[in-house]
């Protein structure tokens, strides 16, 4: 089943990497979406594929080096058809 999930993380998650990780782990699993850092130290990412990716994509990039990923808010949205690629956002700030 086909989901989208927008959450956001809170933790170490700005300056590590995080968004380059989740990058990589999400066109590795063939989702798409995006990932963006947010001003108040927090990442948003809203991701789409199949449910029982969703917590393997999480758990590849929390097991980065530096990463640390204290907690999630998510929730589940309507998924977007045509979407094609995962990608970074540069303009959360």
Known sequence: MIIRRHMFISGDVQGV???????YAAKG????GFVRNLYDGRVEIEVQGEREL???FLGEIDAGRFV????IES??????????SFRV???GY
Do not use: S, V
């Not at 990497?17 to 990058?23: E, L, M, P, S, V």
């Not at 929730?75 to 094609?84: A, F, L, N």
């Open 17 to 23: 990497g995080f968004r380059y990780r989740a990058n």
């Open 29 to 32: 699993l063939g989702l798409t």
């Open 54 to 56: 969703i917590p393997r």
């Open 68 to 71: 640390h990923i204290d907690d």
């Open 75 to 84: 929730k589940d949205i309507p998924i977007i058809e045509d979407e094609r």
């Open 89 to 91: 956002k540069h303009d």
